[in-house]
Nanobody, 115 residues
């Protein structure tokens, strides 16, 4: 079964930037729409950014204009460039197919925005 591997999280001050990466080995990555999800403490996991197999993108309102999703089909990787980070962006970030998951959830990568 396919399990993505997320990386790139960390502690950043409000207003800062981070770039998350996700590797999806062993999958037919190119045919699926992909997304970045996040889960904050005590909240449900939510889809925050998605990219189609044809590279069209869509974002939830709270991150629009601040986050940029991209994909490299040859390398089977997904990226999320995050800027102007806010404390409310603090969460564990995961990648998976979108708009619903087909892969086993990975461990995710923790993003903490705090001064």
């Amino acid at each position: 079964q396919v399990q993505p591997v997320e990386s790139g999280g960390g502690l950043v001050q409000p207003g800062g930037s981070l770039r998350l990466s996700c590797a999806v080995p062993g999958s037919v990555f190119i045919i699926y729409d992909m997304g970045w999800y996040r889960q904050a403490p005590g909240k449900q996991r939510e889809l925050v950014a998605a990219i189609t197999s044809g590279a069209r993108t869509n974002y939830t309102g709270s991150v629009k204009g601040r986050f940029t999703i991209s994909r490299d089909n040859a390398k089977k990787t997904l990226s999320l460039q995050m800027s102007s980070l806010k404390p409310e962006d603090t969460a564990v970030y995961y990648c998976n197919t979108a708009p619903f998951e087909r892969y086993t959830w990975g461990q995710g990568t923790q993003v903490t925005v705090s001064s």
